[in-house]
């Protein structure tokens, strides 16, 4: 391959990558201009998740501090029995 076509074809690549990157780069937000909706949404799901998340983590915190503490639950593991896909007491 002659030395000019070598550095003719390393110039077009460049400029390909180079176009390639601005597109893609421009076109996520002419797209979310046009989907402004968007900006709305996702900002409030995400604070829904966020507030579920820390929820969840904070009963899971107390579930295992009452647990470690010996909850005084009436019904253990050991007295329960399942009768008819129901869960009753043992001799009961």
Known sequence: MPEELRGSVLIGAAVA??????GFGIWP???LNEHWGIYAVVP???FMLLAVWGL???QR?????RRARGCGCRW???TLC?????ISRCGT
């Not at 990558?17 to 601005?22: D, I, L, Q, S």
């Open 17 to 22: 990558a180079v176009a390639a990157v601005v």
């Open 29 to 31: 937000g002419a797209w």
């Open 44 to 46: 409030q799901v995400a």
């Open 56 to 58: 969840a983590g904070e």
């Open 61 to 65: 915190r107390r579930w295992e501090e």
């Open 76 to 78: 253990r593991r050991s």
């Open 82 to 86: 399942t009768t008819a896909g129901s």
